[in-house]
């Protein structure tokens, strides 16, 4: 079994700055992807941004430019550096990583969200 552990929302005007945190703790023998999902309310959950064990990235087209996913693999743990925020990012944000287990089986796991609140 794995945990995830996310922190780092909260409410920020238009222009500002937010850092959001995921770590993973448990049963990993690596974890293969790390990615953030958001989901606005009466929307579905879709792609913020991912990052492979190779340190290669991926972004929505709606955040490229101001959104940067880091991760930390000594602490098993993903950053989202979120910079130029605009209201229409505000949603619950969730961790996602994509993991091989100590018994060498394919698992993905969710966090339990992080409210992200644009607005002044």
């Known amino acids: 079994q794995v945990q995830l552990v996310e922190s780092g929302g909260g409410l920020v005007q238009p222009g500002g700055s937010l850092r959001l945190s995921c770590a993973a703790s448990?049963?990993?023998?690596?974890?293969?992807?790390m990615g953030w999902y958001r989901q606005a309310p009466g929307k579905q959950r879709e792609l913020v941004a991912g990052?492979?064990?190779?340190?290669?990235?991926n972004y929505a087209d709606s955040v490229k430019g101001r959104f940067t996913i880091s991760r930390d693999n000594a602490k098993n743990t993903v950053y989202l550096q979120m910079n130029s925020l605009k209201p229409e990012d505000t949603a619950v944000y969730f961790c996602?990583?994509?993991?091989?287990?100590?018994?060498?089986?394919?698992?993905?796991?969710w966090g339990q969200g992080t409210q992200v609140t644009v607005s002044s």
């Open positions: 448990g049963s990993i023998f690596r974890i293969n992807v």
């Open positions: 996602n990583v994509d993991i091989t287990s100590r018994w060498y089986v394919r698992e993905n796991y």
């Open positions: 990052i492979d064990i190779a340190g290669s990235t």
